[in-house]
């Protein structure tokens, strides 16, 4: 089907517009579109009213804002008392803010061009414990492990062969059984030393240990130097860096009723394990100041998580990072900055204003909003609502830098391994031991008695005269 919309003159709907007083319906989101009262009278502020107030002063029109009775989009809860319902009634002329175009609405309202592209990000409490936690395997990639992993079980058996393949031609070498070769090994992996002392007399033998020494030399130096540049590095990764990582945590979600994202993650397949961490009974905040103060109250104290835009999300930071910041020699980075966004973000969005279906603004309106947006004036604008830089990075500038014990949990926890692994050693050499006193009172037992001892001295004998026999009568 096409849908072929007539043109309408723009100089008549210009003249229409000039002196005419617009019904505004705004979706609130602090600091980019929020409200104040002045003098009684509702007042819009922010980055998307500064714009508004361009065009009026271009078209001289002036608007008077009505609220809905919910601060929401309307696509999952219904129409009543939202954004989009309000202007299918008739109830308001535009809706402004940073609206992303809904698919369900698409025949019900008209939306504008592009005025932003919007980053969605997952916001959630600073983890406790940072990336050094995992430094022990931080230097290698799981690939060098793995590798390293079959190479130090393969050498062992290859340089027993070896070995074993030499005294069968009688070039015995100084080593009685495959253990000794195993802890030569690990011994030289772990720069342990060893208490064998091996010296290979056979060209082989000596390449295939001189091989494994200059693995070791080269694997531990680059290691070693990793492993310091790693802990030294000023940022650190954060644990959960995309949707899978946030997925595997115990983290719920805190998402606006009838809004964007749970729009998004209730209509995209790729979405809908990360809809099933929504808490439905979590309370609702609104777009005000004190609004998004208690929901990062609420998110500090409960552990929660949302999703939302770069822009708000470092806004949001900003401002819990002032509130709780009295003097900067007070600062402390797990305390007055307790927030951190994901590394990426987990999908993008186009962002416009939304006009009554019946309305012909469309026309004169679209065409300032795209140029405005292609000059970087909406961004210049949203930007000034932003701090400049990041406050609350994981950086070696803003947070103490002595480490905690959940930054060694990996550390204590291979010591605790370590200790177990040798207290079972332990008990197994005790039993081991004991069994051996026990054979060895059982051979001097036996030796005491005498009988026993004329049968062992027949026995010696008659192994000896056996064996003169066959010397003195060689086979021919």
Known sequence: ???????????????????????????????????????????????????LNL???????????????NNYLGSIRGKNGSILGMLTTGKADIGIGFIPPIKDYYVRVLYSSEINLGSYYIMMVKPSATAISRGLLAPFSKTV????????????????????????????????????IFWFIYGALVRQ????????????????????????????TFYTANLVAFIARSEFPLIISSVDDFLKTNTKLLVKNGGLVEYVLSTTHEFLQLKNKIDKNAPQFGGSFNDTQNLLEFMLKNNYAIICSLSEGRRL??????????????????KHCPFILSEKPIFWKRNSFVY???????FIFDKDLRYLF????????????????????????????????QDLEI??????????????????EIYYVKYQIKKQLEKFNAWSRPSSRVSVISEFLNEYLEQQSKSNNPKI
């Open 193 to 220: 030393g060893h208490s064998v002392n091996i010296s290979p007399i056979n060209d082989s033998t000596r390449i295939l240990f001189a091989t494994w020494w200059i693995f070791v030399t080269i694997l531990t």
């Open 356 to 362: 009554d279906c019946k309305t012909q603004l469309n």
């Open 317 to 334: 930071m900003y401002d819990y990072y002032m509130s709780k910041r009295v003097h900067a020699n007070e600062f402390k980075g797990r």
């Open 1 to 51: 089907h096409y849908i072929f919309i007539a043109v309408p003159d723009i100089n008549a709907v210009r003249q229409n517009l000039s002196g005419r007083v617009l019904k505004v319906t705004p979706l609130l989101e602090y600091p980019f579109t929020y409200i104040e009262y002045e003098n009684g009278t509702l007042v819009g502020k922010g980055t998307t009213f500064d714009i």
């Open 145 to 180: 492990w793995i590798l390293t992993t079959i190479f130090f079980f393969f050498i062992t058996p290859v340089i027993y062969l070896v070995i074993v393949f030499h005294r069968y031609y009688g070039k015995t070498e100084k080593i009685e059984n495959y253990g000794q």
């Open 374 to 405: 292609q000059a970087g004036v909406t961004k210049h604008l949203k930007d000034n609502m932003v701090p400049n830089e990041h406050i609350c990075a994981l950086s070696k500038q803003k947070v103490e830098t002595q480490l905690k014990v």
């Open 411 to 428: 550390t204590f926890l291979i010591v605790l391994i370590g200790f177990l692994i040798s207290l079972i050693a332990f008990i197994f």
């Open 55 to 69: 065009l009026g002063r271009k078209y001289k029109f002036t608007y008077e804002i009505t609220l809905p009775l």
